[in-house]
């Protein structure tokens, strides 16, 4: 019978049906699994993929059209409090396979009764705390969830069970990770839904506080929250106000001998990082914008100097934006300030001993340079495109004015910056070139009085006065 009704939710690809057509059939999926007499986990794995198909459709839309799919997350929830019920009537491995594959199909559910709300996300917080009631039930946990460990788990107790087809049944829960994220974020936006899930935020707080390495897999799991484009930007910004919360405070650091195990989180912390520019690149709100600019440089602070230094690079390299790739070169320019600023109050003989052990020195690196080059000189080769890359343009030939000035009033060389092979190098390859572009383009448009053209020219006048000085420090250090 069960079959038969998953039958007929499985509508064809191009037929348009109402949610009122799929009520009732989840009315009476909810009863049969009420009267199956064996076999249980089997019946509900055959029956889970369709239902969640019909409402994978209807939160969407068919067509692009907007559906009233709410009373469908509410049949829905009906189907889990009956596979609930079904669970407490088995024992040993058959609960623990039906548990997990409640749990994983609770948090699709979450998932997509997110995205269907959309910009109406108030509407929905009854039917979160409601989901939210079997995440206990299920062994999930809000740290549980934000480690991804408890979500591992039952994918790992259902992928047992799918001995042929593990992968292909995997497919029907594509949102799973976001729907743990959601757990967790939707308890920080209400007592009652964190209430529901048997949950003290207070004790989530300090277990993420004292515990770094949790913090870093707590961070790669919100990355699917940010990078999501159908969720609202109210879960985002609740996001964002969750980890600066988390951020805020006294956190526990591991000390540079014990942090042999960052680099299994590296991918997970750039991947988030990345998620979070989203945010700040497209964002219409201001005060959101600026506060996951925070959030980004508090997340980048938590982690050791040497995977920042890569990941900062990493995230320069790959940027699309030149608004976003300024932004990111204003940071590793501030890690050098900061890096600087802690030299000269600890005098130079007692750093170069704390370099040996901490190696915080990396920002101080011929590294630096390598970035300029990426920016002046692009590996597609010649000048940068402008002024499509004004920004970031600007903002490397700081980067390189702030470095060669540091490093000659220091009397230093770390950065190489100095040496007259880079000096010639910068000279010829980066900054005659750009002068050149720069010279040519307000010649051609000297006479055009279009506005846009006159806003263009004007841009590139704090390009033209960083350039002319880099140039002018170059000639000087080149005649030394």
């Known amino acids: 019978m069960a079959y038969d009704i998953c039958k007929a939710l499985d509508v064809p690809s191009g037929m348009s049906k109402e949610p009122s057509y799929y009520a009732s059939f989840l009315s009476g999926l909810s009863k049969v699994f009420l009267s199956i007499p064996r076999r249980h986990f089997e019946q509900v794995k055959e029956a889970i993929p369709v239902i969640l198909s019909v409402l994978k459709t209807m939160a969407s839309g068919l067509d692009g ?51 269907s709300m959309r910009e109406k996300l108030s509407n929905c917080l009854t039917l979160l705390s409601q989901l939210s009631h079997f995440l206990p039930y299920c062994g999930l946990s809000y740290l549980g969830l934000l480690t991804g460990c408890h979500v591992d788990t039952i ?50 707080k300090d277990a993420l506080q004292s515990n770094q390495s949790k913090r870093w897999q707590a961070v790669g799991m919100l990355k699917h929250i940010f990078s999501y484009a159908n969720l609202p930007w109210e879960l985002k910004k609740h996001t964002i106000d969750f980890l600066l919360w988390i951020m805020d405070g006294n956190l526990s650091r591991k000390c540079d001998d014990e942090v042999a195990d960052c680099p299994s989180y590296v991918p997970g912390l750039f991947a988030s ?35 920042r230094f890569d990941i ?37 003989d007692a750093l170069l001993q704390a370099e ?3 190696r915080s020195s990396l920002f101080w690196s011929e590294g630096v340079l390598d970035l300029v080059e990426l920016i002046l000189r692009p590996p597609k080769g010649g ?45 010829n390859e980066w900054l005659l070139p750009l002068r050149t572009l720069v010279t040519g383009i ?39």
Do not use: W
């Open 65 to 115: 059209e907007e559906t009233d799919s709410e009373d469908l997350f509410v049949r829905a929830i009906s189907i889990a409090d009956s596979v609930q019920t079904v669970c407490g009537k088995l024992v040993g491995r058959q609960n623990e396979k039906l548990r997990a594959l409640l749990g994983l199909f609770v948090l699709q559910i979450m998932s997509l009764l997110c995205i």
């Open 155 to 204: 994918i790992g107790v259902v992928l047992k069970e799918c001995t042929e087809d593990g992968d292909d049944y995997m497919s029907c829960f594509p949102y799973v990770k976001h729907g743990a994220s959601l757990a967790v974020i939707c308890g920080h936006m209400s007592n009652a839904i964190a209430q529901s899930a048997e949950e003290d935020l207070t004790v989530l």
């Open 273 to 307: 990082l990345q998620a979070i520019e989203m945010v700040i690149m497209y964002t219409p709100d201001a005060v959101l914008r600026k506060k996951a600019f925070n959030c980004f440089k508090q997340v980048l602070a938590d982690i050791p100097a040497s995977p």
């Open 312 to 348: 900062l690079k990493a995230l320069i390299a790959n940027s699309n934006s030149s608004s976003m790739t300024a932004i990111l070169l204003d940071c590793f320019r501030e890690e050098m300030h900061v890096e600087n600023r802690r030299r000269i109050s600890v005098g130079h």
């Open 356 to 358: 040996k052990s901490c």
């Open 383 to 427: 000048p940068p495109t402008l002024p499509e890359d004004s920004d970031a343009v600007l903002s490397a030939l700081n980067l390189y004015r702030f470095v060669l000035i540091t490093e000659s009033t220091g009397k230093t060389n770390s950065t190489g910056v100095l040496s007259k092979n880079n000096l010639n190098k910068a000279y």
């Open 442 to 480: 307000k010649a051609e448009n000297k006479n055009d009085y279009d506005q846009i053209v006159v806003d263009m020219v004007c841009a590139f006048n704090p390009v033209e006065l960083v350039l002319y000085r880099c140039i002018e420090l170059v000639e000087e250090k080149l005649k030394q």
